[in-house]
Every structure is written in structure tokens, then in C-alpha cells.
């Protein structure tokens, strides 16, 4: 392991790694049985669901533990699987469950065409240092407001209708996502889940203090052992999981091309594609870069082949029978507990192929208010890049901010990303042309980038 994973030169042990590992699984394993609800729509079979969605997980993070040495966990993404269960919705969907995956397929293609031919690799090396780091903390931001919705201390209602039509004057062609903000300090009589989650908070807070290695593993267990007289860690859990997955009726293999030559299905691939390319881009640089990984010699070149894993994880997943694969923000927790090479990744992916025979009932029983702290606990520590930001300089600092208050606030890392780029290329490429000697110069890949984002508002904005 030490001469693979090179742990000494990343300045870690086999024991950091595997907790980190172990961390990253437990704050990721909420998709393991989430994903199957959300797609049980499009009459894929559930427990297909729940063993694709296993399988695909660890091979796929395998092959960036293996393959890159990254310590960044991989699974079905969140909004795109609800995206795919709208298009392949078993009444009145546009494709079948089987034609969706068939282009999910193509979109990985053209992910992994876009890699090969280095377009990816030249955006990390186009992208200023300022948005790298307001990244960083917008996916702090971002896995913070995913831990307070989770553990109940706060709430977010989508809205719909003419509540949304309202806010965003009538149906204009650019739009965000808009949802009702419920924030206060829950009723911790009543809402037991928001009481467990802030004693798990302050465990895992009190823990990460006194710099206790494997804090936020730490903190998982112990709150979910204190929800059980609490009412909130439901064991019964534990027995209603089978150890002997069904291996009957799976989706392995079952893509259907007889729509490709359809107008539909390329606009699906096309969504695909342009969601996945700033969601998994953002993550990929913001935990990346968290972990330091971005500023070794050998950086933009593992973080290629990052990009290559991670795109082909998308055609992969499709094949095994379950929604793009993409990587998770989540492996911040990981990293956070020290995880730095894909020893902790090969540890999660390991993890995620157990749970299809050994894990599944104990991973049931830990609830959303165990690993909620842990989530907030990253965001706290990821704000720490916010102080690399030239906020002196208007046309680094807004840019700076709208990639950071646009990722929770549309509940959108792409949001975040795209607002960036655009508004980073609109001030200092007026900057540039007025003052030839402004020491900030814009990428001329950021210009093609920061087209391809304004087409995804105006085209895609609706999807």
C-alpha cells in the first residue's frame, strides 16, 4: 500500500485513509437507498436499483482509488436521477427506463470525448485561482444546507406554479431554481431527528477540537447509538434488510437505442451532458483542491485522469442499469478526516460491494441526523479558502461571490459554476479591453465556456 498509494510522500497511514474511507461511505450511503425510491417510477424494479446502484458505485470509485489515486467517492448523482426518472416515468415519459439509459450511455461518450481530446484538463488550467478556491467554499456552503435539511434544523419548500411564475416575472427564457426558505431554530421537543442532529454537531464539533483522528466517523456512530432511546434510529431496520441480495430481474445491460435517432433523445443527452459538466467539474476541482492535490507537480495530470474516470463512470453506470455516476461532494468528509489517496477511495468503493451481501442492514439503521453534523463540519472547514480571495479587487471578488452564494442559494453547484464564469469573463474582459496592462488576463477558453453556460440558461434553464 505504501508503495502503490505512495502514502508516505501524501504524508498519511494506512489507518487515516481507511477511516477517511470508511467516512466517506457512511456520508455517501444515503444514495444506496434513496435512489431506488426516487427511480421506482419509471418501473425499474427496486431492488435492481439498490444493487446496481451498489455495484456501480464501487467499481467506479475502485477505478479512481486504482487508476488515479484520488481520494474522491463516485455514485449515481442527485438531480439527475430525478431528471431521469421525469424523462423515463412509466406514465407519460418521454423515453423508456431502457432508452434513458441508452442515453446516459452517449452521454458518457461524449464525456469521455471531451477528455480525451484534453478539453476538460485545459478548463482546470483556464480557470483562475480565485474561482478554484470560491469553489471550494461554495461546496462548503452547498454540503452544509444539504446537512441542515437533513438533520431538520431548517427546511426548503421547491415551489411551483404561479408561486414560481410570480417571483420570476412571467416565463422568461433565463431563469434559476427558486424554493421557499423555512429557517429557524427547530422545536427540539417535537422534532427529535433536529435535536439528535445538534447533539451529534456538538459531538462531532468537540471531537474535531481536540483533533481526535476520525472525528466524524466518531461522531456517525456515537449519535447513531444515542437516536436509538431517542426514538430516531429506527433498528427495526436492521431486520427488514436482507444479507442475500435477489439477483433476479436486475437492469444489467438492458439499454435500448431504438430512439437515437430521435430529436428527444439528443436533447436528453444534452441536458445530461451540460449538467454533468459543471456539477462533476466543480467537484472534482473544490475537493481537489481541499485536499491540496491541485498544487503538487503532478496535479492537473491526476486530475485528468480524474476526469477520465469520472466521465467513463457515466457510460459504466449505464450499462450496470442505474443513472449517471458523478462525483460525490460528499467525499469532502473524507478528505477532511485525512483522506489524501485513493487508498481511501478503493476503502469506499470496497464498502459500497460489501453492502450488496453484508452492509445493507447496517447501514439502514443510521440515520439522516447521524451523518448530518458531519456534513456541516465540512462545510465549516472548507470556508477556510475564502481568505485566498483578492476580495480588494471588485473583478475577482464578485465573480468570487456569486459562485459562492449561487451554489446553496439554487441549491446548484452548476449554478454556482456557471455564474462564475460568466460574470468573471464579462468584468475583466471589459477590464482587459480598456486597460491592456490589467494584470488579470482571461482565458480564451473561458470566453468559449462562458458561452456554453449562457446557452445552458437560456436553452436548458426549464429542464
Known amino acids: 500500500m505504501e508503495r502503490y498509494f505512495k502514502l508516505g510522500e501524501f504524508g498519511t497511514n494506512p489507518r487515516t485513509e481507511i477511516i477517511a474511507g470508511i467516512t466517506t461511505f457512511v456520508t455517501m450511503a444515503y444514495i444506496l437507498f434513496l435512489n431506488p425510491v426516487i ?3 419509471t418501473g425499474m424494479p427496486e431492488n435492481a436499483v439498490f444493487i446496481a446502484t451498489a455495484l456501480g458505485a464501487g467499481i467506479v470509485t475502485l477505478m479512481m482509488g486504482l487508476f488515479v489515486n484520488f481520494p474522491v467517492g463516485l455514485a449515481p448523482g442527485m438531480g439527475l436521477n430525478a431528471y431521469f426518472a421525469v424523462v423515463a416515468a412509466s406514465q407519460g415519459g418521454a423515453l423508456t427506463w431502457q432508452q434513458a439509459l441508452a442515453a446516459v450511455f452517449v452521454s458518457g461518450l461524449i464525456f469521455i470525448l471531451l477528455t480525451v481530446t484534453g478539453f476538460r484538463q485545459l478548463l482546470v488550467r483556464a480557470l483562475p485561482d480565485s474561482l478554484k478556491f470560491a469553489i471550494t467554499v461554495g461546496i462548503g456552503l452547498f454540503i452544509t444546507l444539504i446537512g441542515l435539511k437533513l438533520g431538520q434544523v431548517m427546511g426548503m419548500t421547491f415551489l411551483s406554479g404561479p408561486s414560481t411564475e410570480a417571483i420570476k416575472g412571467g416565463a422568461p427564457a433565463v431563469n434559476l431554481l427558486f424554493f421557499e426558505w423555512n429557517i429557524g431554530i427547530a422545536n427540539f421537543v417535537d422534532n427529535k431527528v433536529a435535536a439528535l442532529t445538534m447533539i451529534g454537531l456538538l459531538i462531532a464539533g468537540v471531537l474535531t477540537t481536540l483533533r481526535i483522528r476520525g472525528a466524524l466517523l466518531i461522531g456517525i456512530v456515537l449519535t447513531t447509538l444515542i437516536g436509538i432511546p431517542m426514538g430516531v434510529t429506527d433498528v427495526s431496520k436492521f431486520g427488514s434488510m436482507s444479507f442475500v441480495p435477489d439477483f433476479s430481474n436486475l437492469t444489467l445491460g438492458q439499454l435500448d437505442f431504438g430512439q437515437i435517432a430521435s430529436g428527444v433523445f439528443w436533447e436528453i443527452v444534452i441536458i445530461f451532458v451540460f449538467v454533468t459538466l459543471f456539477d462533476s467539474f466543480g467537484t472534482l476541482v473544490g475537493t481537489a483542491n481541499r ?3 491541485l498544487n503538487r507537480p503532478d496535479g492537473e495530470k491526476r486530475l485528468g485522469r480524474a476526469m477520465f474516470v469520472d466521465g467513463s463512470g457515466v457510460s459504466i453506470g449505464a450499462l450496470i442499469g442505474v443513472t449517471p455516476m458523478t462525483a460525490y461532494i460528499e467525499s ?6 485525512g483522506g489524501r489517496t485513493g487508498l481511501t477511495a478503493v476503502t469506499t468503493g470496497v464498502l459500497f460491494l460489501l453492502s450488496i451481501f453484508l452492509l445493507a442492514p447496517f447501514v439502514a439503521i443510521i440515520p439522516d ?10 462545510g465549516v472547514l472548507m470556508m477556510g479558502s475564502v481568505r485566498n480571495i483578492d476580495w480588494d479587487d471588485f473583478g475577482i471578488a464578485m465573480p468570487a461571490f456569486l459562485t459562492i452564494a449561487l451554489m446553496p442559494f439554487t441549491y446548484s453547484i452548476a449554478n454556482g459554476v456557471s455564474a462564475g464564469i460568466i460574470s468573471f ?4 474582459g471589459v477590464r482587459n479591453l480598456v486597460d491592456k496592462n490589467a494584470k488579470v488576463k482571461v482565458h480564451w477558453l473561458m470566453y468559449v465556456i462562458a458561452v456554453l453556460a449562457l446557452a445552458r440558461y437560456i436553452f436548458l434553464a426549464g429542464e
Open 39 to 41: 427511480l421506482k417510477g
Open 291 to 293: 485536499a491540496g492535490l
Open 332 to 337: 469532502a468528509a473524507g478528505i477532511e478526516s
Open 369 to 378: 441526523a447521524a451523518t448530518s453534523p458531519a456534513l456541516i463540519i465540512v
Open 425 to 428: 469573463v464579462i468584468l475583466n
